[in-house]
């Protein structure tokens, strides 16, 4: 009888659905006690299920068993014997094959036992008839056991390619219904090639078994041994633990007699140190608890270097210090879900066309899973369009009980309490901030922050970068699911309730009992609802209410026509969007309340006396325009943010508010009403629109943020002093007096003075000398303020200083040299700048300057700043010399009035927005510095801005880039020519374009590279498309900046400079108005001797702008390189 050498394998489970697979064809005579039996043997070692004919040849013709076998395994592997052709029982059994493998796919291997190939091809004994299938077969690549002089070598080599082949045939016909698994699996192999044991994490459903089983099968044949244990969660609870080790351990090392271990044998040195030997691969597959992985892995702590481990998990806690990296497997992306789910349920890669928007409906409730994207394309296959648009409108009420299934089994591992923060969640919080809902649920649970951990380690919630709880929908609605089976008929007598039919039900005819413990309504989805007085009365165990718009709707739905007997006493969190009455209900005992939320309310006052507040955190009254007081609060001793912004009526605040030390955010932005204010504790503040607020004083050390604006304070306390840790201060336009001696606020890192419009140079003084360490200065608009104080020069830390629109300053002194953002737009009382102003410190990232309508500037200030910048731009170029290609270069700009483009611009026109340039040696090009002389202009249009871009071409009209400025400081007006210059860094595309003019000329080893530079304005508006050319260019100018000119621009610049000083100094003595401005009598100009003589730039072998250099001199235009010398 025919019987197949079948061993019962994990590789065996992963192969095309074919019976066996390998069929191996042999002359008995020549091979069954030796190569044959022993081949057999390593094939089963590696879980290969074989078939082999045991049967004596009878007959010419092969059975018909035989010929089903050949057609049911993936492969066959020919022995070519000496006897093989003589045969033809073997050479039926050959044209079969062959017959399969032009028709099937059918894999071949030859192996040539002790013959020549050549032999087998010119066999004498062959009939006619076989000429073509043995000559076909002995062409085919296989193995000669002629090159071998150890058979076990032979038999290791033909075994480990039968792996290589059903891996590819596995790969090519398994993972035709798979999708998205390629990034998944590269990000494991690549784990896999650093450390020894990995996790594979993800929410269920996800494709975790899938990738894991897919990298096994790819991997298994480099291995000695290999074992996937799959659904280690269910087998365990069916078979035991000792049985899963048992199977690990037998698959591992083939040992027949180790059966039946028992747990004194699990860990034992003599397993351990045959595993310390082997070379193995491992995947513990849905592991569910620590006592799983610690039973099933102790041996793992022996493995060899070479060996690897992979478990997947849905609990990610259980992988952190136990595994040495961890694989999240993310959702799929729209298009592969799309594809996904068309497979399934079309049995195509896209949907039908009039299937296509329902198709993508399915897609998107799915959100990327795998498995449901699987199961709802089943349920759909074949089905009519009016079948699909039911079963997707009862998906939302009636999630598929497959799908929930799966994902619920997470769930069901959780504590009592974790079960309830998690339900919590989706009903109530997914979305929120991580700290505003732990805040609350701790109040209801102890121990909130544990059990969102543990959520998270299970894959039910995330937490996103901005700290805001995240949950899959699928997840979400399996939560829904749960607790709608609490009472299937009654939705009073569930604990949750948010669907807003079934909410409205409960409402409207006071069907809530004490089961139900949360109520969360949009109001936005309803008409109006009126609500009994005693709506509450049964509900006494309601914890969170939450009646709330989207929108942040004024009015609200929800009524109470006969007012509010009472709320219910356990109640943490209240949130109640436009809540009708103008006082909480007086019964209410608010001891547990964690959370007061009700924007929009018509309260006049929250009630009266004091109430005992020990758990309150927040109130949040914003909007509540009919607010006249606020309660007592002195018993609030938890009370962390008060926000009752524009809170119009509000004309004081309680003194027991002022006095609590708990108090982090206190937000009173546009309360009109308010006039003063001395709080004790608080860490941010917001006043912004206290329009008769005149008196504030803040005695807290703590306070971060102080803002202001839209006050009517004229002086600043001294109070303010004692702010060491706060880092912004926004001043408000009434500011009129400074203390002359401030504490250092030593923490400061940006001042804004915006519109003070009684700042003069005296008040900026003192702050400036109590500022020392602020990095960001904001003056715009201080009509006041006529010449900026010399103490400016001091503050090393300043890096953005903005004038904009300060129409009496008329005189910029030295300021520091770390300055490398300088706006002084609309400056147009400005006459005078200090050459110094924009000198920058070496080493320093990118520069902006901009004069836009400082019309009054003087000739020598002109001259001194356009001089400064090109000394400026000499100084980002050096910066960006070593700056690999994929990082962000510094870049710079300066603008001023002028009308010409400077001298030192070769490439220049004085009539045209155009200019071609001839570029000798790209690849050397450290960037371009533009010029533009742009015509006056003035906008009509509101919110219309402008900019200029640079398209660059070549010379066969292709576009190889485009550049654009002053994007984000949008010209708005000029009230002359202005000259605007500036330094783009990029020349990627320049390069790009002579490499694909050398890839299609091998005979193109240098290029003069003609490029033309197109010059335009784009003009903006929000209301209608971008136009171009409303605003004229008049003359433009282009200078490359290569490598080998670096250097002399350096000492070209500086010489220039200094002669141009010493001239200045004794023709129009700048000296004479310096003096009375610095305390020291310096003029503010500084003059360095120089004498560097730097002909030449040297560098390594290696890559300029990723063209590479070789280690011989040569000289490219004037750069010289050396072996061994640095570029600069």
């Known amino acids: 009888m025919a019987t197949g050498s079948v061993c019962s394998s994990s590789f065996a489970s992963f192969s095309p659905r074919k019976k066996y697979d390998v069929f191996i064809s042999f002359r008995g005579e020549d091979t069954r006690h030796n190569l044959l039996s022993h081949l057999i043997t390593a094939l089963c070692e590696k879980s290969i299920k074989t078939y082999v004919d045991y049967k004596l040849e009878r007959g010419d013709e092969i059975s018909q068993a035989l010929t089903q076998a050949i057609e049911d395994s993936n492969m066959s592997l020919i022995l070519f014997s000496q006897n093989y052709a003589s045969s033809t029982w073997c050479l039926h059994e050959l044209t079969k094959i062959l017959e399969c493998k032009r028709k099937q796919g059918h894999i071949v291997l030859p192996v040539f036992y002790k013959v020549d190939p050549s032999h087998v091809r010119n066999s004498k004994e062959k009939v006619q008839k076989w000429n073509a299938a043995l000559t076909e077969a002995a062409n085919l690549a296989g193995w000669d056991s002629r090159s071998f002089r150890d058979e076990s070598k032979l038999i290791k080599e033909i075994v480990n390619d039968v792996l290589r082949k059903l891996y590819h045939k596995y790969s090519s016909d398994q993972l035709r219904g798979l999708v998205g698994v390629d990034e998944n699996c590269k990000s494991i192999e690549s784990l896999l090639e650093k450390v020894p044991i990995i996790g594979i994490w993800g929410m269920g459903g996800i494709g975790k078994t899938t990738v894991a089983k897919v990298v096994f099968a790819k991997l298994c044949s480099q291995y000695e041994s290999y074992c996937f244990l799959e659904n280690v969660r269910e087998q365990s609870q069916k078979h035991g633990l000792n049985y899963l080790h048992d199977k690990l351990i037998f698959e591992l090392l083939k040992d027949e007699h180790h059966h039946n271990t028992t747990a004194e044998v699990v860990g034992s040195k003599f397993i351990m140190r045959r595993l310390e030997s082997k070379k193995v691969l491992v995947v513990l597959d849905d592991v569910n608890g620590f006592e799983q992985l610690e039973y099933l892995a102790r041996e793992f702590i022996c493995l060899g270097s070479a060996s690897r481990v992979i478990i997947t998990r849905r609990n990610k806690h259980l992988l952190i210090g136990r595994v040495n990296e961890i694989h999240v497997v993310k959702e799929l992306n729209f298009q592969d879900s799309l594809k996904l789910f068309s497979l399934n349920a079309f049995k195509d890669s896209n949907p039908q066309m009039e299937y296509k928007e329902l198709s993508e409906r399915a897609v998107m409730y799915t959100k990327g899973n795998p498995l449901a994207l699987k199961v709802l394309g089943s349920l759909f296959h074949s089905k009519s369009i009016e079948i699909w648009e039911s079963a997707l409108s009862k998906l939302r009420k009636y999630p598929n009980v497959q799908i929930q299934n799966v994902l619920r089994l997470s769930y069901d591992e959780l504590d009592d309490a974790e079960k309830d923060i998690f339900l919590d969640i989706a009903f109530f919080f997914e979305g929120e901030d991580k700290d505003h809902v732990i805040r609350l649920l701790d109040a209801c649970y102890l121990f909130a922050t544990s059990g969102i951990e543990t959520l998270q380690d299970k894959a039910l919630v995330t937490i996103s970068k901005d700290n805001k709880i995240q949950m899959h929908e699928l997840i979400q609605e399996m939560g829904w699911e749960i607790v709608r089976q609490e009472s299937i008929k009654d939705p009073g007598r569930r604990s949750r309730l948010r669907d807003t039919e079934e909410v409205c039900e409960v409402l409207k005819n006071n069907r809530g009992t004490d089961v139900v413990e949360g109520i969360m309504l949009d109001v936005s989805q309803i008409r109006e609802l009126p609500l009994n007085a005693d709506i509450f009365k049964k509900m006494v165990n309601l914890r969170l209410l939450k009646f709330y718009s989207p929108f942040n709707k004024r009015s609200c739905n929800v009524h109470l026509p006969t007012g509010l ?117 608080v860490k941010y503040i917001v006043l912004n629109g206290c329009f008769n607020l005149k008196e504030f004083s803040l005695t807290s050390g703590e306070i971060n943020v102080l803002d202001l604006r839209g006050t009517a304070i004229e002086t600043l306390d001294m109070s303010i002093g004692r702010l060491s840790k706060i880092e912004k201060i926004y001043v408000c336009q009434s500011l009129k007096n400074v203390p002359k001696e401030l504490p250092s606020f030593t923490c400061l890192r940006e001042l804004n003075l915006h519109n003070c419009r009684h700042l003069d140079t005296t008040n900026l003084h003192n702050l400036l000398d109590a500022s020392r360490n602020v990095q960001k200065l904001i003056l715009d608009e201080c009509c006041n303020l006529h010449e900026l104080p010399y103490n400016i020069k001091h503050l090393s830390c300043l890096e953005h200083l903005s004038l904009r629109n300060c129409m009496s300053l008329k005189y910029i002194p030295q300021i520091p040299p770390s300055v490398g953002q300088l706006d002084a737009v609309n400056c147009t009382s400005l006459e005078i700048v200090l050459a110094s102003v924009i000198s920058r410190q070496q080493g320093q990232k990118g520069i902006s300057i901009s004069f836009e309508n400082c019309l009054k500037l003087d000739e020598h200030s002109r001259s001194s700043i356009m001089e400064h910048a090109y000394f400026t731009m000499k100084q980002v170029v050096h910066a960006n010399v070593n700056v690999p290609p994929y990082l962000n270069k510094s870049s710079g700009d300066v603008c001023l009035p002028g009308t010409k483009v400077p001298e030192w611009f070769e490439n220049k026109t004085t009539t045209q927005a155009s200019i071609t340039v001839e570029l000798p040696s790209p690849f050397l090009l450290l960037g371009f510095v533009f010029c533009v002389v742009l015509s006056q202009f003035r906008s009509n249009a509101k919110f219309e801005y402008h900019q200029i871009v640079c398209q660059w071409c070549l010379e066969d009209g292709r576009r190889i880039g485009c550049t654009r400025r002053w994007y984000y400081k949008a010209i708005t007006a000029l009230n002359s020519d202005h000259v605007y210059l500036w330094y783009e860094p990029s020349c990627d595309k320049i390069i790009e374009a002579v490499k694909e003019s050398q890839a299609n000329d091998d005979e193109c080893i240098t290029l003069n590279l003609n490029v033309s530079f197109e010059f335009y304005v784009e003009t903006h508006n929000l209301c209608e498309p971008k136009h171009i050319g409303l605003i004229g260019i008049k003359k433009c100018g282009v200078c490359p900046i290569y490598a080998s000119e670096h250097y002399s621009f350096i000492n070209h610049i500086e010489l220039d400079m200094k002669l141009e000083h010493r001239d200045r100094e004794i023709t129009m003595g700048v000296g004479s108005f310096d003096e009375k401005k610095d305390e020291t009598g310096s003029s503010g100009v500084e003059i360095q001797e120089q004498n560097q003589e730097k002909d030449s730039c040297y560098c390594l072998p290696g890559k300029i702008n990723g063209y590479a250099t070789s280690g011989d001199l040569r000289q490219i235009g004037d750069l010289r390189i050396l072996p061994g010398r640095e570029i600069f």
């Open 565 to 681: 007997e009472s709320l219910p006493h356990k109640l943490r969190y209240l949130h109640w969007n436009g809540y009708p009455l103008m006082s909480l209900p007086s019964t209410f005992c608010a001891e547990m309340l964690v959370q007061l939320c009700m924007p929009h309310s018509h309260v006049k006052k929250l009630w009266d006396g004091s109430q005992d507040f020990v758990n309150l955190k927040e109130i949040d009254l914003i909007f509540s325009t009919q607010l006249m007081e606020l309660p007592d609060l002195s018993k609030a001793t938890k009370l962390e943010i008060l926000n009752i912004s524009h809170c119009i009526n509000l004309s004081h605040v309680h003194p027991s508010i002022l006095s609590l030390d708990t108090l982090v955010d206190f937000v009173l932005y546009g309360c009109q009403k308010l006039k003063s204010l001395h709080l004790r504790s």
